[in-house]
């Protein structure tokens, strides 16, 4: 589910597949509501490069992902050796794009 570049010892295993299931939960059982938000002009365009460079579909499932991501690190579900390799390679990759 998340790829870390390494096998998942069975704890890391059980984290993905609740992380499976709450993605599931959220994006087919749940119905949309609508929430209004207020976000910074530099945020925004941010999301629109994020939609630009075809990484998602528009600036709404840009913020459901980020929302997922909240629920997943409060809730525990995302290890923090996930998530500072998810932080590196982000870093990383947006380096490499500034330098081109």
């Known amino acids: 589910m998340i790829p870390t570049g390494r096998k998942l010892n069975k704890i890391e295993q059980r984290q993905n597949s609740k ?4 993605l599931i ?3 087919i059982i749940m119905s ?3 929430v209004p938000l207020k976000l910074p002009s530099g945020l925004v365009e941010e999301l629109d490069e994020l939609v630009e460079e075809g990484r998602f579909h ?5 913020l459901r992902h980020g929302a997922r991501i909240v629920i997943y690190i409060e ?3 995302l290890p923090l050796s996930v998530k500072a390799e998810h932080y590196a390679y982000d870093e990383i990759k947006g380096k490499f794009e500034r330098l081109r």
């Open 19 to 22: 992380i499976f299931i709450l």
């Open 75 to 77: 809730r525990g579900l």
């Open 32 to 34: 949309d509501k609508t």
């Open 25 to 27: 939960y959220y994006s």
């Open 58 to 62: 528009n600036r709404s499932e840009v």
